[in-house]
């Protein structure tokens, strides 16, 4: 066979060892928490079958799935007139009948129900998986990449809610990434949009409001007569697009706007209710009250939670949400759910971005040995396994080859010390040890040697 | 939407906390003696390109590769005449051009092509990701699994086998595994062809010697006859079928059959210098010629290597072997490569069936604070972060319902201490603390509740 040029699908990625460690860095990071919070791992099968994932997504979604050909004779059973017609989309279903997972959240939904048995609620699961979307790639956006899922299904309690923002502050405080939680509650919003007899246009209003800050007071005003709101709605909206002070005096102010909707004040208590539970965890990361926040808004029925990065713009690098009935569709209704889900990707270029990643992250062999040949090989080979059994990480240069290569080799992967062993440290029952970071060379006894390689190394930023 | 019944594609499963940890728990084994040896982790995209994949696997390969639809209006440039005579197999790529991997091999042949220029050679990677092959589902066979991998590229010296065969030591050392390690190398086997003047017959030879311990000599001597080798050749194999004592009786057995083949000799030498590495190394697991071993017998061009698990029958538990142009296909020749892959499932099996799981897989939670009420979470919610602080994984129960409900949610989860506040305690700023296991119960200051916590588990088996 002739040989090919190799390439990888557009939108998916090679990960080499650098950043593989830096990934790994981050989802450890993640994973950890998760687990000191009691949240338990997970996985499910890369594929599903197309049923699940199909209309869960909106029709946008559906085309976004990546959908597996049918094995073998796959055309057999297909309709003859939607072949000849070539009428893609029609004919999909019909050879394909399972497609690679989109997020993390249907595929849960569905492992809750088949396995409702078998769990006992509330189910606390955390999810480390990739997703997959035939999205039109571009910079930041893939069409494999992580997610890193936490969720609650089966309690109300917003002590959930309070433990996801707990865990969202250790995360980014274990990271050193400064940020900004926003929440929302998706009664609220339904509560004004109840207000002022509006709920058709419940997305016109969180749209308006979410450029308050960009095009002021009177154009927002101007904007929603033009969505259609009358002039009495819109009056009726004033101390909403007048909020200020704390989230407390906020939540007051919305408070009296909502005296009529039993939805909408349920979504304030809530709320404070929320914050009271954050002060008594003596949450520090700053959590703001928005009420434009919207994502997710056909999804989420109650709690809506969005984190960004302090002093860097890139969007949202957390986000989740309460949604009442996720598991309905497969047939569990009323089952509550509450989850966040960490954007690996951003996280990993925040902390590149802020150059935070700790020392440690580059360090992997910490010594090699140098092959000088057979002989020597063979004495490396019994000091080698005695560095190894103390849990250091060690390599010997494979092939007896020209020094300067050995040396790059070492160099290039960032190894800090190179143990030389040659005809004059064999006789002498030594080895020269170099430091590659000051180049000093130090000829020391195996004793001496085994000491000075077990300390931990100096940790330089 | 009607509710549909939930279910996964045959051939994959989901895993629940309890199977993630155990598995977990695998992975991490083989992970740290990988880094432990110097080898650097690497992922690739679970999509290649179908031209990187087809072709490499032999035609049943190709059937089994997972193909994934083409977006859009995917029929659109398809065969008019293929498409009404249905053409399946014919049709496939012209809908199809991306398919998931099927091994760790081919995508980590074609990242080594794609990245030359990055990478320092020799390359030491692991990989452990999913593979996906679309065969018929039974026990133990599934269609999506993980495989652990490890090779050097770029580096023709037996350390590297070595080193492998020291790796596979140290991992089944440390699941508590005993495990029998077989070798072979493709040279002698080619070089015994070579002298029965019948390399076509590599196979035929290989498979009869295989049977020696089942049938016996004659019948063996028999089978050789029926597949066309004449008396004199079957003679000539006679002292390879007799073979017995040491690994070095044997190789020096086989070097007097092998003394006009150059290519057997060196395979002779190869092992034999193996051997000596491994006795330096001091490998105390048992390693064994085998000449009957000839796993991927057209694939591996050296040294060959299985392991199996002592005292039970599982087959392979871990396998591999020497490449020597792996990655010509993609365009760079004569590159050599060596590795080893650690059968997931399978020693997954073993560890059940052994019961060599150690305790702490069985650990998640360690401690659960009771929930009587507001007043109470907001006091149990001070407590747990103190002791999460500590590392030490901590929940509260979020909802306020029946104490027994909420002790056999403890109970399920395998949680060993209960943290019960009530009224009375709250009063006292005191805890009862439950050991789970004795029943035991006890009424604690916050400081003597936080040092009982922080003491380690007795570990049980």
Redo the contacts between chains.
């Keep these: ?1 002739a ?7 557009k939108g ?6 650098v950043e ?2 830096k990934r ?1 860095y981050i989802f450890d990071t993640i994973r950890e928490v998760f ?4 949240f ?10 197309l ?2 994932l199909m ?1 869960k997504y909106g029709e946008e979604g559906d ?2 799935l ?4 049918n ?6 059973k ?1 309709d ?1 007139t939607l ?2 017609q ?4 029609r ?2 279903t019909q ?4 497609g ?1 997972r989109y997020d993390l959240t249907v595929p849960f939904a ?2 809750v ?3 409702q048995h ?5 189910f ?2 955390f999810q480390i998986q ?1 997703v ?1 979307r ?1 999205d039109r790639p571009q910079k930041g956006r893939y ?2 990449f992580y997610q890193c899922d936490a969720d ?1 299904v089966g ?3 917003l ?2 809610e ?2 996801l923002i ?1 865990i969202i502050e ?1 995360v980014f405080h274990r990271l050193g990434i400064p940020t900004l939680v926003k929440i929302n509650n998706r009664k609220i919003l339904a509560g004004i949009a109840e207000i002022l007899d509006a709920s058709d246009k419940l997305t016109d209003i969180t749209v308006a409001i979410d450029k308050l800050d960009k095009i002021g007071y009177e154009k927002v005003k101007q904007e929603l007569s033009v969505k259609g709101l009358s002039n009495d709605q819109v009056m009726k909206l004033d101390p909403i697009l007048k909020l200020e002070g704390s989230n407390l005096q906020k939540l007051h102010a919305i408070e009296q706007v909502l005296m009529q909707s039993e939805t909408g004040l349920k979504g304030v208590r809530e709320t404070q209710l929320l914050f009271e ?1 954050l002060q ?3 949450v520090h990361i700053p959590v703001e009250l928005d009420l434009t926040l919207a994502r997710g808004l056909n999804y989420y029925t109650g709690s809506i939670i969005e984190v960004k990065a302090k002093d860097i713009d890139m969007g949202s690098i957390c986000g989740g949400g309460r949604y009442d009935d996720l598991t ?4 569990l209704p009323d089952v509550s759910g509450v989850g966040i889900s960490f954007g690996a990707e951003r996280i990993f270029d925040v902390l590149e971005h802020l150059d935070l990643y700790p020392q440690t992250v580059n360090e ?2 910490k010594v ?1 040995f140098t ?1 000088f040949g057979e002989k020597e ?2 004495f490396c ?2 000091i080698a ?1 005695l560095i ?1 059994q103390k ?10 080859v020209k020094m300067k290569k050995q040396m ?2 070492a160099d ?2 960032n190894i800090p010390f190179v143990a030389i062993v040659g005809t004059n440290e064999m006789e002498q029952q030594k080895i020269t040890l170099k430091n590659m970071n000051s180049g000093e060379q130090e000829l020391l006894s195996i004793e001496e040697f085994m000491s000075k390689i077990s300390q931990p190394l100096l940790i330089k930023k």
């Design positions: 066979m040989s090919q040029k190799p390439s990888i699908p998916t990625r090679d990960f080499g060892p593989m460690t790994n687990t000191n919070y009691g338990a791992p997970i996985e499910t099968p890369a594929m599903e079958n049923s699940t209309g085309k976004l990546f959908k597996i050909l094995s073998g004779d796959y055309l057999k297909a003859e072949l000849s070539k009428e893609s989309t004919l999909t050879i394909s009948e399972k690679l569905r492992f129900v088949q396995h078998e769990i006992s609620f509330p606390k699961r990739s997959w035939a069409r494999e609650i309690s109300n309690s002590m959930n309070t433990e707990q250790d539970l008594t965890a003596e309905g569709i497969f047939g992997s062999t090699m092959n090989q063979l080979l019994k396994k190894r849990g250091i990480r060690t390599e010997i240069f494979p092939d007896s790059n080799y290039q992967k």
